[in-house]
């Protein structure tokens, strides 16, 4: 049985959703937010982690908030920064102001090979209570059941072959058994390198794509044009 990984931006949702809706909410409450749950062990965690990352002992909130700020000008995969998106994101998607971006075509062929008995996955540089968080209080309802685990940067890079194959390991699968979804070129040659079979996501509304095209066993423009089975044999 081939088991599936998945991207999340460009993949199963929109990029716009997260570059939109989700960088400007988390980005206007990163100040108030680290403040007034300061002395929390979640954010003491998420403090200490981000004044290691710059070679400090300590940060304070305002300090870490305008390095969180400058670390989302450039779009920096750091785990702190994640890590407190997603507690931000999560008062946002429990009190109904955010509700998660699923593609149509992809819940429908999520929830198809779920039932197909094809285990799902998740890789992402959100991290995984953020990816929990938008496929619960998604616009299809709560997805999360269908998933058999989720994988973040805490894993890796996902543009180094390795993070690969630290998931085949961590799923105890082999990495051409592995169909790893993803609408990033580096991503993709990643996988490849790593021995992962992979589809690239092309939606026609995701950003044009200039460089040279990554080597891949599908280009599909929807979920609708994957047939995981074949991949998986082919």
């Excluded at 589809?199 to 047939?227: H, K, Q, T, Y």
Aim: aromatic share 8%; charged share 25%; hydrophobic share 40%.
């Amino acid at each position: 049985m081939p088991a599936v990984l998945t991207d999340i931006e460009g993949t199963t949702g929109s990029i716009a959703f997260v570059r939109d809706v989700l960088f400007p909410y988390a980005r206007e409450r990163l100040e108030s937010f680290l403040t007034a749950r300061a002395g929390e062990p979640e954010i003491d965690r998420v403090l200490a982690e981000a004044a290691g990352e710059v070679g400090r002992d300590r940060i304070g909130p305002g300090e870490a908030a305008a390095l969180f700020r400058t670390w989302m000008d450039e779009d920096r995969k750091a785990t702190p920064l994640k890590a407190l998106q997603g507690l931000i994101w999560e008062r946002g998607y429990r009190d109904g102001t955010l509700v998660g971006h699923v593609y149509n075509d992809a819940a429908a062929a999520l929830r198809r090979w779920h039932r197909a008995g094809i285990p799902l996955y998740v890789y992402s540089s959100g991290s995984i209570a953020a990816q929990r968080l938008l496929f619960r209080y998604s616009g299809h309802g709560d997805l999360t059941p269908l998933f058999a685990g989720h994988f973040d940067t805490t894993t890796g890079p996902k543009t180094e072959p390795a993070s690969f194959r630290r998931i085949a390991a961590a799923i105890d699968r082999p990495a051409p058994e592995i169909v790893f979804l993803s609408d990033g070129a580096a991503e993709i040659r990643a996988a490849n390198a790593a021995g992962t079979r992979t589809v690239w996501m092309v939606r026609p509304e995701n950003p044009p794509f200039n460089g040279d095209a990554p080597p891949c066993d599908l280009r599909a423009r929807s979920f609708e044009d994957i047939d995981i089975a074949a991949l998986a044999v082919g």
